[in-house]
């Protein structure tokens, strides 16, 4: 076997493994502690909210980050836990990409706002519209019958 090969293929299953636990763990929530809403609330509005939307929370729209109205509505009409929904919070924050920082909140702060996000977020009847764009127009590829290079 090509060592390269063997190596890619190793990394690949690594990578899979991780993802598959990581997905694993997100649906675990945030363990057997009971977390405070409105101190995760308060948490949300003061350090979250300048870049994620959430209606409940009462903020102004953010456009950083995704609404996480949005990004939770479709898995709650199909009927995902909060607990789902606190374990995917939490993991979010662990593992966040630029330009939010990891873990910006941790422990008992990480677990409220978890829990928080994870009981009001994707409640709200519609998202906020944005505005119309057309999408440019992409010309048909040029048709080739068979034979025609030969």
């Known amino acids: 076997m090509n060592r390269p090969s063997a190596r890619r293929s190793a990394r690949v299953a690594?990578?899979?493994a991780l993802s598959v636990g990581g997905l694993a763990l997100a649906g675990c929530g945030g363990g057997g502690e009971t977390a405070d809403l409105s101190a995760g609330k308060t948490t949300?509005?003061?350090l979250c909210s300048s870049c994620h939307t959430l209606a409940e929370a009462g903020t102004t729209p953010a456009?950083?980050?995704?609404?996480l109205d949005d990004s939770f509505r479709a898995a709650r009409q199909v009927g995902m836990s909060d607990e789902q929904f606190k374990g995917v919070v939490r993991r979010w924050i662990q593992i966040a990409q630029a330009p939010m920082p990891r873990n910006l909140v941790k422990g008992k702060d990480a677990n409220n706002v978890a829990a928080y996000v994870a009981s009001v977020a994707g409640t709200s009847p519609e998202s906020l519209p944005f505005p119309y764009q057309t999408t440019p127009q992409v010309p048909d590829p040029p048709r080739?019958?068979?034979?025609?290079?030969e």
């Open 63 to 67: 456009h950083v980050g995704p609404s």
């Open 14 to 16: 690594a990578a899979i």
């Open 44 to 46: 949300f509005k003061n």
């Open 144 to 149: 080739q019958t068979p034979h025609q290079n």
